[in-house]
């Protein structure tokens, strides 16, 4: 089993800057691939980034390349998401979850196991 901590949410002007962590716990992580989802008031939780187990290989979804970016240190069990240049669409609960995929990189929540508690932030215009 894997616990996830979420970290760094918060107020942000649009324009603005915030870097995401989630600390899991566990001996195994290096073993999952890792995504940050989101989930805005009143609508479904969405994919936002994955990255593969060795950090090599990582996806985002359209509305966030170029400006977020996604990392993992395995030594430190840590999944970062620096996110830049917010606006206030972006504003959500943020979440951290692991998936044992492989060949690809996931994004339906379906396909990912154990999630953190979330991490609110929001973007003021």
């Known amino acids: 089993q894997v616990q996830l901590e979420e970290s760094g949410g918060g107020l942000v002007q649009a324009g603005g800057s915030l870097r995401l962590s989630c600390a899991a716990s566990?001996?195994?992580?290096?073993?999952?691939?890792m995504g940050w989802f989101r989930q805005a008031p009143g609508k479904e939780r969405e994919f936002v980034a994955a990255i593969g187990r060795s950090g090599r290989s990582t996806y985002y979804t359209d509305s966030v390349k170029g400006r977020f970016t996604i990392s993992r240190d395995n030594a430190k069990n840590t999944v970062s998401l620096q996110m830049n240049s917010l606006k206030p669409e972006d504003t959500a609960v943020y979440y951290c979850?692991?998936?044992?995929?492989?060949?690809?990189?996931?994004?339906?929540?379906?396909?990912?196991?154990?999630w953190g508690q979330g991490t609110q932030v929001t973007v003021s215009s």
């Open positions: 566990g001996r195994t992580f290096s073993s999952y691939a």
């Open positions: 979850a692991t998936t044992r995929a492989a060949l690809t990189l996931p994004r339906a929540a379906r396909d990912y196991d154990y």
